[in-house]
């Protein structure tokens, strides 16, 4: 690994024009479960898989239950969770002029937790909540303190994360803000992610460059196609750089 590591280094040190793409595995290390891992969410209490929780349906459909799995597994981890070596890492790169866009599928915000500007967030963020009927924003805060099902204060309507549930579209302006980005990349490091959660997992094929960086604990099924695969918790990886 430590080979890999030395021509990271030198890919970043010569480059002013990186761009990364992230998913679950950046935020594990910060506390935060993923859907897959042996303490993942998918070993929950619950009777049904997250997928189907974390769902369009499920959340018009048996509401209460919806937010019962959403503030205890996905709102809650994420408000005491702190960055780590790969989140501060990538905002000391995009002050330096070296880095110019975080895209991540995460919806934890520990990207701008971390002091990073520029960052794409394909599935939205539990940070923001509003009301389906007036619009009126609420806080991560607000909808983990409501009882049982948040409602708006002023029109009692539905307060809902502003998350890309299952079943729902990406939103297409940030999915082409993040093809730009990545179509014109001279060094694309994409990291902590399986590359298996489409659509986002496709954006990766518009890189045009000779410098794709993998970083991630297992193998993922673009590896051999990348320039560059490193095999490692993408924060001890950072951490080295």
Not at 115 to 139: A, D, P, W
Request: glycine letters at 6%.
């Amino acid at each position: 690994m430590e080979r890999e590591i030395e021509i990271l280094r030198d890919w970043i040190d010569k480059s002013d024009n990186i761009v990364f793409f992230g998913g679950a595995g950046v935020s594990t290390e910060s506390g935060i479960p993923d859907f897959r891992s042996q303490d993942g969410l998918y070993h929950t209490k619950y009777k049904y898989p997250p997928e189907t929780i974390v769902s369009h349906t499920f959340l018009t459909r048996k509401t209460e239950e919806f937010f019962d799995f959403y503030k205890e597994k996905m709102v809650a981890p994420v408000l005491t969770a702190m960055p780590n070596a790969a989140h501060e890492a990538l905002a000391k790169w995009e002050k330096e002029g070296k880095l110019k866009a975080v895209i991540t599928q995460n919806i934890d915000s520990l990207h701008q937790k971390a002091g990073s500007s520029e960052v794409l967030e394909l599935h939205g963020t539990v940070m923001k909540n509003y009301c389906i009927n007036c619009r009126r924003e609420y806080s991560a805060e607000y909808v983990v303190n409501s009882k049982m099902v948040p409602r708006c204060e002023i029109c009692e309507g539905l307060v809902r994360p502003d998350v890309v549930l299952y079943e729902e579209g990406l939103d297409m302006e940030v999915v082409n803000k993040a093809i730009q980005y990545i179509s014109s990349a001279d060094v694309l490091i994409v990291g902590g992610t399986s590359l298996v959660v489409y659509p986002a997992a496709g954006l990766i094929q518009y890189y045009k460059g000779n410098k794709l960086v993998l970083v991630n604990l297992s193998e993922t099924s673009q590896d051999k196609n990348a320039d560059l695969v490193i095999h490692g918790k993408i924060g001890e990886v950072f951490s080295k750089l």
